[in-house]
């Protein structure tokens, strides 16, 4: 197993919101995918993950419904809403931001 | 919607669904884990592990299951609704499971909150909702006072130029109105019958603002004279008179025997002025059920010194009240150097119009809700107490789950909810009670507070007993919510759990049973001042009989001569005077409590006269002193022989006498009333005794009798009488037998103002008797609250002192021993409280002073009397306790510890 890096709450809602612009998943999948897209540095504990995805749900960032999975089971997939996708845009910048800060200190000192 | 809002009501909507579908959410929430779960195992299998270590890896990588349930569940956020039902559930088996706590607790609150929203119920009728009329707020009379005659200055209208020239001159006001009152016979289906009427501009119902509900108000066409037979009517003169019909417009009304058409119907609830309206109106006018143009001459326009009228008038929209009142104050400072220089000293008055209706009802009302107010706070003293000994019953509990990490602020929050559920309850009850109160209140109803049957519990009503629910159950919920949940959990835990920390409860409990005894004794105090001043009042001497029967005739304009009027009576008096049973008639202009008044100038021979001297002056027949038993202390009555063309005569009073002719006799003194210096004089021929006239409560004046026949009836304001009538006949005998009478000499008269003498004692008394009963009756419930508290508090004592007691009576102490260790403990809240509220009573009777009567607010019997009837009912609510205390068994007592 490659080591994985434990992640800040925050840090979960926003790859959430990231992975699910693409397309609707659900919750083993999404783990599956910011696994993948990060070459299994980022891995996401479930005992994080579905509580993250209930607040967002909550927050009304995104939206779920109960569909048939790849194996032909049911499972409940989320998508992201139109508000959601503001959302993610304004998580988005404002990482950026915080990581060219956080890179500019790194590399000044 | 913007996007926010519509964020805020899915998330409450989502909040709501998974709260009550918590079942099945949670049932989807397993759902998706197990997926998960289960796709992560198909995964390790097809990575290679066999399916045991596919499954174990598959749950180890899970992490902890139930936190993370536990965290979805949070980030729905219901938690504070699962808590909120989960505290309603428990403090719906509590209620149950202590049920004489729940029941005894609801009742108290009940009737503290019945008892203020029945009395607010009343204060809305009376004093917030509107009166019918369009911005009554901005309504105003105008009144012209003259000092002169030191009379009050309601009781001076504008003259008729005067206020034509105000009308013209003023700029405050957007619209004004003169009107004058008078009664009419009014004549239909073969009986005649008095109505209260108005004569009226044809600016009144715009300066009102009311539209009559059929036909038309007046216009200037109206006012002419020869048009102004005209006139429109109330709702009920439509109704009871003219059947209701709806070709009523165009009929005719025959009033003192001249025809008027119908123009119009006035809505049902407007009968302006009512008696209320004006407290110096015609006495006669209960309600106005017709109104008539005034259609004033030239002459009576430019007429600057006669008034019979009165002037309302509208502020323009801005202009205050104290505006209004200066521009007057100017114009009024010109008119009056028009006026006969012997008369000068007008000014002006403005009042609101809401004022005069309820200038005398307001204290009442604040009076009563002050009382209610107390009981309400003594109920609250009470259900605090049953809260403060059922926490420390149940410190145990709220011990136990303290320690199991309970945080504080969630056992605040289950106490204050069970509160909330126990005051809840108390509103439903007391709303009912609030009804059965109301109705018992309006059957006191006096009849002079205006509107007081309008009195509903409406949706403000039942606003304000919601606030007044929350408001008690932060009142008596926050203490022992406090009390209860202050917990050390170290002492809590070395008393082995068995029991509670009870020190600093007891003295909040004996604080709240002290601050209820004073607001009792405030409350008795009250009570007894007003119950004096109610017994001195109906122990005042009247001066009259209570079983004569009076009733009134007021002429029409046939009778336009002082010789037809003479005529009327002296034919009525010899009809009536012939039915056997009747032992005295008489006659008499104005009657005793009647509400009406004839004042005339007065000039005493050897008196230094003041200018604009007046008197009551009454004109009597020869029986009237002996039909009313009012006795003669001196000299003789008037008599028949005292007709017009003879001597003129007169009687006086004794408070006349006191004033005029302290020294020396009264019999064969003269004196003049109303032609000022140059009229005739009267010669004074008897003495009679003092008799109340305006009022029980007011100290008898100066009047004078005058021979009936010898008075010059004053052709535009005289038109009527009272008779008299003492006999051995029922009452409603000698009613017939004076309508006979009446229609027998002329039947387009009407016989109106019906009364036994005691029967006007009684309506006169009747705002007293209203507010002394409301004030008993509260005061006794309140005084059983609190003994209801003081017993509680001290049988609670007794139990939690058992172990205590028992120890005494086994060292030897004697039950007469431990019945005065408890009667001190009642007696000593009794004194503290005591003391605290008769220094509170001290204070706040000054405020009753307008209430009183004959009895000083500082009044010694009162202030010794409510201690001694105290220490009566604490000793009576301590017996039980003590007895119960004496009664314990040593050896039981010592076991139970």
Redesign the interface.
């Known amino acids: 197993m490659t080591k994985s890096t434990e992640l800040l709450q925050g840090t979960v809602d926003l790859l959430i919101l990231k992975v699910l612009s693409l397309e609707q998943m659900h919750g083993w999948a999404i783990a599956q995918r910011i696994n993948q897209l990060s070459k299994e540095v980022l891995r996401v504990n479930q005992s994080a993950l579905y509580p993250a995805l209930h607040r967002l749900e909550h927050q009304a960032w995104i939206e779920a419904e109960w569909g048939e999975s790849e194996n032909n089971r049911r499972a409940k997939y989320y998508s992201l809403t139109k508000a959601g996708r503001a959302r993610l845009n304004e998580e988005e910048q404002s990482w950026d931001r915080l990581s060219t800060a956080v890179q500019v200190v790194l590399k000044a000192v | 919607m913007n996007?926010v809002d519509m964020?805020l009501f899915?998330?409450l909507r989502?909040?709501l669904l998974s709260f009550w579908e918590n079942d099945a959410s949670n049932v989807?929430?397993s759902?998706?884990?197990q997926?998960?779960l289960?796709?992560?195992t198909?995964?390790n299998i097809a990575s290679g592990m066999s399916p045991e270590e596919a499954r174990s890896a598959a749950k180890a990588?899970?992490?902890?299951?139930p936190?993370?349930i536990e965290?979805?569940y949070?980030?729905?956020?219901v938690a504070w609704l699962g808590d909120l039902a989960q505290d309603l559930r428990y403090g719906l088996r509590a209620m149950v499971k202590y049920r004489s706590f729940t029941v005894v607790t609801v009742f108290t609150l009940a009737l503290g909150i019945g008892a203020c929203t029945a009395i607010f119920s009343l204060v809305n009728a009376v004093l917030i909702q509107s009166l019918p009329y369009g911005e009554p707020d901005r309504l105003v009379y105008a009144f012209t006072p003259n000092p002169l005659w030191n009379l009050p200055a309601e009781v001076f209208g504008p003259s008729n130029a005067d206020f034509v020239d105000l009308k013209k001159q003023s700029k405050s006001f957007s619209a004004t109105t003169l009107f004058a009152q008078t009664t009419y016979n009014l004549a239909g289906n073969g009986r005649a019958e008095r109505v209260g009427a108005a004569k009226v501009d044809a600016d009144f119902l715009r300066t009102l603002e009311v539209a009559p509900e059929l036909g038309r108000g007046f216009d200037h066409r109206d006012e002419q004279p020869g048009n102004d037979h005209v006139a429109v009517i109330s709702h009920a003169l439509w109704l009871t008179v003219l059947g209701g019909r709806a070709d009523v417009l165009g009929s005719t009304l025959s009033l003192d025997g001249f025809f008027y058409q119908v123009i119009g119907v006035m809505p049902e609830e407007f009968a302006y002025p009512q008696k209320r309206d004006l407290a110096y109106g015609n006495g006669h006018v209960e309600t106005t059920d017709v109104w008539v143009p005034s259609a004033l001459t030239p002459q009576q326009k430019a007429d600057r010194e006669a008034s019979n009228g009165f002037a309302v008038a509208r502020l323009r929209p801005g202009v205050t009240v104290r505006e209004a009142q200066a521009e007057m104050d100017t114009i009024m400072s010109h008119l009056n150097l028009l006026h006969n220089p012997d008369t000068r000293g007008w000014g002006a008055f403005v009042k609101p119009l809401r004022d005069s209706a309820l200038g005398q009802v307001r204290p009442l009302m604040w009076l009563l809700m002050g009382t209610v107010g107390f009981v309400l706070l003594i109920a609250c003293g009470n259900a605090a107490n049953l809260l403060l000994a059922r926490a420390a019953a149940r410190s145990h509990e709220l011990g136990v789950r303290a320690t199991l990490g309970a945080r504080r602020s969630r056992l605040l929050r289950q106490m204050l909810t069970e509160s909330l559920m126990l005051s809840a309850a108390a509103e439903t009850v007391g709303v009912g009670l609030a009804w059965l109160f109301l109705h018992a209140l309006l059957k006191l109803n006096p009849g002079d507070i205006p509107r007081m049957d309008d009195a509903r519990i409406d949706l403000r009503v039942m606003g304000f007993a919601v606030f007044v629910t929350m408001l008690t159950s932060v009142l008596f919920g926050m203490l022992p919510s406090l009390s209860a949940t202050r917990i050390n959990l170290v002492e809590f835990l070395k008393s082995s759990g068995m029991r509670g920390v009870a020190g600093d409860r007891k003295r909040v409990r004996h604080g709240l049973a002290v601050a209820q005894i004073a607001l009792l004794v405030v409350l008795l105090t009250g009570t007894g001042l007003l119950l004096r001043s109610y017994a001195n009042v109906l122990s005042v001497p009247t001066g009259f009989s209570a079983t004569t029967v009076t009733a009134s005739v007021q002429m029409s304009s046939q009778y336009g001569n002082a010789h037809k009027r003479r005529a009327f009576f002296g034919s009525l008096i010899e009809r009536i005077n012939s039915i056997p049973g009747v032992q005295a008639v008489g006659v008499v202009n104005e009657l005793p409590l009647s509400n009406s008044e004839t004042l005339a100038s007065l000039f005493v021979e050897g008196y230094p006269n003041t200018k604009q001297q007046l008197v009551e002056e009454r004109g009597i027949t020869q029986d009237y002193l002996s039909a009313m038993q009012t006795p003669l202390v001196q000299g003789r009555d008037i008599s028949d022989e005292d007709a017009a063309g003879n001597r003129l005569v007169a009687v006086v009073n004794q408070a006349f006498v006191k004033k005029y002719f302290a020294n020396g006799d009264a019999i064969g003194r003269r004196i003049r009333t109303g032609e000022g210096e140059s009229g005739p004089w009267a010669t004074v021929v008897g003495v009679a005794k003092d008799v109340r006239y305006m009022s029980l409560e007011a100290a008898p004046v100066p009047q004078v009798y005058r021979s009936f026949w010898q008075v010059e009836w004053n052709e535009s304001n005289i038109v009527g009488a009272y008779v008299a009538v003492r006999s051995s006949l029922p009452r409603d005998a000698v009613v017939a037998e004076i309508r006979a009478a009446v229609k027998g000499i002329d039947p387009s008269l009407a016989v109106a103002d019906v009364h036994t003498m005691s029967e006007l004692v009684s309506s006169v008394t009747a705002r007293r008797r209203f507010q002394t009963t409301l004030l008993t009756v509260f005061s006794v419930t309140a005084m059983l609250l609190a003994m209801v508290g003081v017993y509680g508090l001290l049988a609670y004592s007794v139990r939690q002192r058992t172990g205590e007691i028992g120890i005494r009576l086994a060292l030897g102490s004697s039950k007469s021993g431990v019945v005065r260790l408890i009667l001190r403990e009642g007696l000593t809240l009794l004194g503290v409280g005591l003391v605290i509220g008769l220094a509170a009573a001290l204070v706040c009777t000054r405020l009753l002073t307008g209430f009183l009567y004959g009895v000083p607010a500082l009044d010694p019997a009162t202030f010794a009397l409510v201690p001694m009837l105290l220490l009566a009912v604490t000793i009576a609510a301590c017996l039980i306790p003590s007895f119960r205390a004496a009664a314990i068994d040593p050896i039981n007592a010592l076991r139970h510890e």
Not at chain 2, 61 to 65: A, I, K, P, Q, T
Not at chain 2, 74 to 77: H, P
Request: aromatic share 6%.
């Open positions: 996007g964020r899915q998330s989502r909040r989807q929430l759902e998706e884990l997926f998960h289960e796709r992560q198909e995964a990588s899970f992490g902890n299951l936190t993370a965290e979805c949070e980030a729905r956020g």
